[in-house]
């Protein structure tokens, strides 16, 4: 089989409500930015990166898959995934250019479609394709519920709707108010509302140091935090080795993490104990599945991040050993032909050939952006 046209794309599609905020970023709509791989046999790979709809970067990213990478692929085989990362991403003009940021989130596209196609020419879903489904249940937990910018009594009723009416075990709040003091009221009240059965994560989106996320951690004691996820700066490793040590709430991290390695440096130093790879950070599937067994040879849980809204990561979850549970955020899942679906908090297995990227045409007319 071989690759004979690479078409990129972007997409803008709303988040909930007109907007959403946590302790570092304000948003109204999320980016699809990805390319579809054609076969001269007629298959059609679908993949993409999730950004914060900015127009220009994005486009930026789309230019990087039409003309740098592009060049690379067509003529290959693109069964070859592993050797296509490979090439494309030490090849030394991308390498130098390209170890974090456009040209590897432009490669994480183009990865995830390659494995996309390489699914459907198998015709296995992609979880059975890795080598099967290692869990017949995956939990989710809700993060849609719990942003900052959210009323106090939005957040209470939105939690208390996602566990009393849609089932969901397990909700995260955002935090990383100027006044920790908010913060703490804040998921007290969650807690009141949603009994001590349900686990409530946090995330703080890399805003506070040291000494603020101590405090926070001392304050949160008899809240049963399943973790604190990005507390500090993201590559403040002996900060993240501190905050383990003394903190005394679990810590989570990964999204803001490029490369295998910066994930081994946190693993080796005991800097995280939830494990978070996104394959749109990490260039790809490839690169997620190093680090996701490098998480297990530690024992370390994984929780992929929700970068890609899921899609790829419902079969990653349902397939590495190492998964305990899932993200769930809707913001783009009626763009899919087989979007990620949650029924009383649990994942639904997805069973269609292919990594669950493939988007319906309606998603197009509706949400593509000019790419210049």
């Not at 709809?53 to 290959?76: F, N």
């Not at 935090?175 to 703080?204: F, K, N, W």
């Not at 973790?227 to 993240?240: I, T």
């Not at 009383?344 to 988007?359: F, H, L, S, W, Y």
Request: glycine share 10%; with cysteine; hydrophobic share 45%.
């Amino acid at each position: 089989m071989t690759i004979s046209r690479i078409e990129p794309f972007i997409l803008h599609v709303p988040v909930t409500g007109s907007s959403i905020s946590d302790s570092t970023h304000t948003l109204s709509h999320w980016g699809v930015v990805g390319c579809r791989i054609h076969t001269r046999e007629g298959l059609v790979g679908t993949g993409f990166t999730g950004t914060h709809a900015d127009i220009a970067g994005d486009r930026l990213i789309a230019r990087c898959i039409a003309t740098s990478l592009t060049d690379l692929l067509i003529g290959e085989d693109e069964r070859d995934v592993t050797r296509l990362w490979q090439k494309v991403a030490r090849h030394p003009p991308l390498q130098w250019i390209g170890r974090a940021g456009i040209a590897h989130l432009a490669l994480g596209a183009v990865d995830v479609a390659l494995w996309d196609l390489k699914a459907q020419a198998a015709g296995l879903p992609l979880w059975k394709l890795l080598g099967g489904a290692t869990s017949e249940q995956l939990t989710a937990y809700n993060t849609d519920i719990g942003w900052l910018s959210l009323s106090d009594e939005d957040l209470v009723a939105g939690a208390r709707r996602a566990v009393e009416e849609e089932g969901f075990r397990g909700i995260k709040v955002k935090v990383g108010s100027a006044d920790i003091g908010r913060d703490i009221a804040r998921l007290t009240a969650v807690r009141r509302a949603v009994g001590d059965r349900v686990t409530i994560a946090t995330d703080a989106n890399g805003r506070w140091d040291l000494p603020t996320c101590l405090r926070f951690t001392r304050a949160a004691r008899d809240l049963d935090l399943l973790w604190f996820e990005e507390p500090l700066w993201y590559d403040d490793v002996e900060g993240h080795v501190r905050l383990c040590a003394e903190g005394g709430v679990p810590v989570a991290l990964g999204e803001q993490l490029y490369t295998a390695e910066a994930f081994f440096d946190f693993i080796r130093r005991g800097a995280m104990h939830y494990v978070q790879p996104d394959v749109a950070r990490l260039a790809g599937i490839t690169e997620y599945i190093r680090v996701a067994e490098a998480a297990h040879a530690a024992r370390l849980p994984v929780v992929a991040h929700a970068g890609d809204m899921g899609q790829v990561h419902v079969h990653l979850s349902f397939w590495h050993p190492a998964t305990t549970s899932f993200e769930y955020i809707p913001w783009i899942r009626t763009c899919f032909e087989e979007p990620v679906t949650v029924t009383n908090g649990d994942v639904m297995r997805p069973e269609r050939p292919g990594a669950g990227t493939a988007i319906r045409p309606q998603a197009f007319e509706i949400h593509a952006k000019s790419l210049d």
